[in-house]
Nanobody
Framework: QVRLVESGGGLVQPEGSLRLSCVVSGITFSTYNMRWHRQAPGKERELVAGITSADGRTNYADSVKGRFTISRDNTENTVYLQMNSLKPEDTAVYYC?????????????WGQGTQVTVSS
């Protein structure tokens, strides 16, 4: 059974920091590209950050560049999202996603999400 379990969300004041974690089980974690997405109330889900399986290359949404950092620990089957200088517009449910395309087969798994609220 594949499980992606996010943690680390909560309420934080503007300009504060949070570190999200996503522990993955049931798949070969090191072979999956990992992403964090978010969905704010009334808005579509959007990609926040991604990190590749092969070489750890990262990419970020323009809205979080310079403030968020994605990383992974293949020995702990965990992906992280360090979020600094948080803004009220970062308020959303954050979802962890594991995806790969291998031998023509696409695999895509999601966590249940963790709420991040940025408010004074």
């Amino acid at each position: 059974q594949v499980r992606l379990v996010e943690s680390g969300g909560g309420l934080v004041q503007p300009e504060g920091s949070l570190r999200l974690s996503c522990v993955v089980s049931g798949i070969t974690f090191s072979t999956y590209n990992m992403r964090w997405h978010r969905q704010a109330p009334g808005k579509e889900r959007e990609l926040v950050a991604g990190i590749t399986s092969a070489d750890g290359r990262t990419n970020y949404a323009d809205s979080v560049k310079g403030r968020f950092t994605i990383s992974r620990d293949n020995t702990e089957n965990t992906v992280y999202l360090q979020m600094n200088s948080l803004k009220p517009e970062d308020t959303a449910v954050y979802y962890c996603n594991a995806a790969r395309l291998r031998f023509g087969r696409a695999s895509d798994y999601w966590g249940q999400g963790t709420q991040v609220t940025v408010s004074s």
